[in-house]
């Protein structure tokens, strides 16, 4: 009895102070105390001498699992969702070029060195590789090993609200029920994704739009990665009522002429309607944080797709798609016509065109190119996000060249000069 007593008393001791702690690492490190150190491996070994203890144990671990969440929700809100970036956190690309600058200067300067250095000595791939955790690439992508750490994979250079998103899951994991866990990392996740959004717009805005653009779908590759070791589901059911019915059978009872209807003992009563048909209807549909993390992928890589298609063949695309307009005019009664002889495509107006396309194509595509290698730093993903881009630029190609046999005589399609498949290919390799 004395010993049930130390043990109440010793909660009471314990429980003012749990229910002050506001960091969740602290929390964390208490739930992984009390359950793992405590009650699996000290209680188990004398459950029938420590009875009472393991209760007023399991009491105490309740107790910071729920202070661990209600602590938890207020971090989301206040870190995450509340998070304002510093200039620093939006300056892209500069600080991936000014850390990729310094691990080139490391890298000299150990080249320098004697072959036998001391282990005092930076050694920036093996060091960095063995303490962060790789990221930029899904399981579909299967990405090949990494020779050198970039700066967009380094820990400390993730987006801050990402960094702490991921802390916090790894914190929640083995602390909480599965249950209570898919909550908060819907929560989390959703918070964290709106934050991206946000960021990738003031990148945009602030720098170009292919910077705002893969600096998202980095950080989504790096969530997507990042969760996947949570072998839990990422799905929560959330029920809702639907009250449309009853809106709309309450706007009939108000109606002025519904009032005759008031008492009639039929089934054209207002009342009897409102009770019938105004019931509310209870939905439920399920949030997937994992899939809206894909879906959000997914959305970005396709605008990139589109604008780089936009960047490099529009006015191609236009001159393509003015040239349909103007021959299903004439195939539905308008005037015959002679498309070489039009003020916008005479062969001079079209080469231009032309030479403007691929001087486009050949000016920029090494800068696209060189931001996919700063921001994403995996070649096979560089390549399989930059491939529909490159398939884009040659089908248009390829219906350009057909429209100008179509329309154009040989002495035309010489004054156009379109580059042939080839040499446009030669062009594009360099994306391979």
């Not at 043990?7 to 490190?29: A, G, K, M, N, Q």
């Not at 420590?50 to 105490?60: N, P, S």
């Not at 029920?177 to 934050?195: K, M, P, T, W």
């Not at 001087?359 to 560089?382: C, F, G, Q, V, W």
């Amino acid at each position: 009895m004395s010993f049930w007593r130390n043990c109440v008393s010793l909660y009471d001791v314990f429980r003012p102070l749990i229910i002050h702690v506001i960091h969740l690492e602290t929390l964390s490190e208490l739930c992984g105390i009390l359950k793992n150190e405590v009650l699996e491996d000290h209680v188990q070994n004398n459950a029938e001498q420590l009875g009472a203890f393991a209760a007023g144990v399991k009491q105490m671990l309740e107790d910071v699992q729920e202070r661990l969440v209600y602590r938890t929700h207020i971090y989301i809100q206040t870190d995450i969702t509340g998070y304002k970036p510093a200039p620093g956190d939006l300056a892209y690309p500069d600080k991936l070029v000014m850390m990729e600058q310094i691990a080139q200067s490391l890298k000299d300067e150990q080249k320098k060195l004697p072959s036998e250095a001391s282990f005092s000595d930076v050694q920036l791939d093996e060091a960095e590789s063995n303490s962060l955790t790789k990221s930029g690439s899904t399981e579909s992508l299967n990405p090949r090993p990494h020779t050198t750490i970039s700066p967009a994979d380094l820990h400390g250079m993730w987006y801050p609200t990402v960094r702490r998103t991921l802390v916090c899951l790894s914190k929640l994991y083995r602390c909480i029920d599965r249950a209570v866990f898919q909550g908060l990392s819907q929560e989390a996740l959703s918070a964290c994704i709106q934050s991206l959004l946000g960021a990738s717009e003031s990148i945009s805005k602030n720098k170009t739009q292919i910077d705002g653009q893969l600096f998202l779908i980095k950080h989504l590759l790096i969530l997507h990665e990042q969760i996947a070791p949570f072998h839990t589901e990422f799905t929560i059911k959330e029920i809702s009522l639907d009250l449309k019915k009853t809106r709309d059978a309450a706007f009939k009872i108000l109606n002025p002429m519904t009032v005759p209807r008031f008492f009639r003992l039929n089934s054209n009563n207002a009342f009897i309607e409102f009770l019938l048909e105004g019931t509310p209807e209870i939905r439920e549909h399920y949030l997937d944080s994992k899939k809206d993390v894909d879906r959000h992928l997914k959305s970005a890589c396709e605008q990139f797709i589109q604008q780089q298609t936009k960047l490099f063949v529009e006015q191609l695309e236009e001159f393509m798609t003015k040239v349909s307009a103007f021959k299903t005019m004439a195939s539905q009664g308008g005037p015959k016509y002679t498309l070489s002889q039009q003020p916008w495509a005479q062969p001079a107006k079209v080469n231009d065109l032309v030479v403007t396309a691929y001087k486009t194509i050949k000016a920029k595509l090494p800068l696209t190119l060189r931001s996919m290698s700063l921001y994403l730093s995996n070649k096979d993903t560089e390549f399989i996000l930059f491939k529909p881009v490159r398939n884009n630029i040659q089908q248009v190609f390829q219906k350009f060249h057909a429209l100008l046999k179509e329309e154009f005589s040989p002495e035309d399609i010489q004054i156009i000069a379109c580059p042939s498949m080839e040499q446009l290919n030669l062009l594009l390799s360099v994306s391979k």
